[in-house]
């Protein structure tokens, strides 16, 4: 099968499965199979593309339609879009069989709907990964957000109303407002739209306007979360949990840090911002967010909405590393994109899987939890550490690849990374620690109410059906089998990543020139 024929493949499965679950959706067990099947498919398509891209190929695919006047609809498969395309398509099945557990398990509605959105949201994410040229990123990133606003408003209540609101508000708002301006003006300017290695502006833009057009793109691309355009994510957690895991922790929020990275490395270039310094002020701006959100994180008892905070943090990780523009900075924000949503994704299944089985929401709920649940607070505490940066979890060589990036730029950038990390330890450690070695509290019956979005019912779950159920013993306290196995394979990943680590870094190096 030719290169072109694989990248259309990758682009159509997914649509093709939101296409049967949508005819299927009368029959819950068939419409999750072609869920399954697509989404394995999805998988294993992207991953003939791994060899061709590491043996130095960039496979093409030319769409004869024109977004502008030379500016087609292309795709080019180089070394940050395989990543970020792997990372999509990689947790796509497993979040699949995640959600199946979680929406039988919490009774959710609308079910089929769900997964149709589900799967349009991996297409664009693929989109965006394959994306030859800024018309092609720009379209795609569009349709991930309008994909995404009905799985934002699941829940059809007043709550979600309102956040669907600020989610479309900030994103359209500053797409359209912002990014589509920085795109104008960088064809306006360059002539050409496509990402080339080197990138495309020296000496099309004067200097001093490289930061503007910076802040246009940074800012632009409004799913990065850089504060104070960060709203959306933690009212987005609303949404049901295999939402906020897959779509918040990963396909979204990494779209909008991948295409930071992206224009970085190939609409300015690494050599030109370093040379003229215009992303010094970004670097100073990714500081204070990842600071700030690991800071607020502290105050949220709500699991969720920590979480939330964290990768707001998280995020700044990956654009510090951008700003930066060293090899090692570069790299370590494209390993950050794996590790990240690795362990990113584990903590949202846990804490979805405590909603389902103990219908708990805050973590001053969680004392004693651990011993009723204890693969799932085992896979927290494992996905907490790789966030944190421990060996041998794969968080720990992002954070070492950015740490080399920030000694080379300024000491503080390197403390300011420590300190993060420490941060980490204080709201994530803690609740691990609670569910493990605190007694239960007397009157904890199993809990209730409902979390920040996802609406339980307030009664204990039997576990039936594909959540597994009337289990005695040990795992009798945890979610359905559905929601546990998902979060034991990603939290195994977060340890594969540390020693699979310099794969990612083979794949990458080359659009550094070779470097790390």
């Known amino acids: 099968m030719s290169p072109a024929w694989t990248i259309g493949l990758c682009l159509a499965m997914p649509v093709v499965g939101a296409l049967l679950v949508a005819l299927t959706g009368r029959w819950p067990n068939v419409r999750e199979g072609m869920t399954a099947l697509a989404s394995l498919a999805t998988l294993a398509l992207v991953t003939t593309l791994v060899g061709p891209v590491l043996g130095g190929e960039q496979p093409e695919w030319l769409v004869v339609a024109d977004l502008l006047p030379g500016v087609p609809l292309a795709f080019r498969v180089e070394p940050l879009g ?19 557990g979680y ?3 919490h009774h959710e509605t609308n079910q089929t709907r769900f997964f149709v959105c589900f799967a349009l949201a991996i297409f664009a994410a693929l989109g ?36 669907g609101r600020i989610y479309l508000g900030i994103l359209i708002g500053t797409s359209v407002g912002l990014l589509l301006l920085a795109i104008a003006w960088t064809y306006a300017k360059a002539g050409t739209l496509d990402f080339r290695a080197g990138g495309i502006l020296a000496g099309n833009v004067a200097p001093a306007a490289l930061p503007l057009l910076l802040g246009l793109y940074a800012y632009g691309c409004g799913k990065a979360a850089l504060m104070p355009l960060h709203r959306w994510l933690p009212n987005a957690m609303v949404a049901p949990t295999p939402v906020s895991a897959l779509l918040h922790a990963v396909a979204v929020v990494k779209a909008g840090v991948f295409s930071i990275l992206k224009i970085v490395v190939y609409v300015f270039g690494i050599d030109l911002l370093a040379e003229t310094g215009a992303s010094e002020w970004l670097m100073w701006v990714a500081t204070f967010t990842l600071l700030m959100g690991s800071l607020i994180a502290f105050r949220q008892d709500n699991l969720k909405a920590r979480l939330a905070y964290s990768t707001i943090a998280q995020l700044a990780y990956i654009v510090l590393g951008a700003a930066l523009v060293t090899p090692e900075g570069i790299i370590g924000g494209g390993l950050h994109i794996a590790t990240h949503a690795v362990g990113k994704i584990t903590l949202f299944f846990c804490a979805g899987a405590i909603m389902v089985a103990a219908h708990k929401k805050n973590v001053s709920e969680l004392d004693g939890l651990g011993r009723t649940m204890p693969l799932t607070m085992g896979a927290f505490f494992v996905a907490s550490l790789s966030i944190i940066g421990v060996p041998p979890l794969g968080g720990s060589w992002s ?77 009798a306290g945890e979610a359905p089998w559905a929601c546990v196995v998902p979060l034991c394979l990603t939290a195994a990943g977060c340890v594969a990543l540390f020693f699979l680590a310099h794969l990612v870094v083979r794949l990458i190096a080359p659009i550094t020139g070779g470097a790390g």
């Open 103 to 105: 929406m039988r398990g």
């Open 399 to 475: 954070k070492w690849f950015l740490a080399l990036g920030a000694a080379d730029e300024h000491a503080v950038f390197v403390a300011a990374l420590m300190i993060s990390s420490l941060l980490n330890i204080g709201y994530l450690i803690p609740i691990p620690i609670r569910a493990f070695f605190f007694p239960p509290k007397p009157d904890d019956h199993g809990g209730h109410g409902e979390d920040h979005g996802d609406h339980g019912h307030g009664h204990a779950h039997t576990h039936e059906g594909p959540g597994g159920h009337g289990r005695t013993g040990l795992l």
């Open 82 to 100: 395989m990543l970020y395309a792997l990372v999509a398509a990689g947790l796509w099945p497993v979040t699949s069989l995640y959600a199946v």
């Open 128 to 163: 965006i990964a394959f994306a030859a040229n800024l018309g092609t990123l720009f379209f795609f990133y569009e349709v991930l957000t309008l994909s995404t606003y009905p799985l934002v408003t699941h829940h059809q209540n007043p709550e979600a109303r309102r956040s």
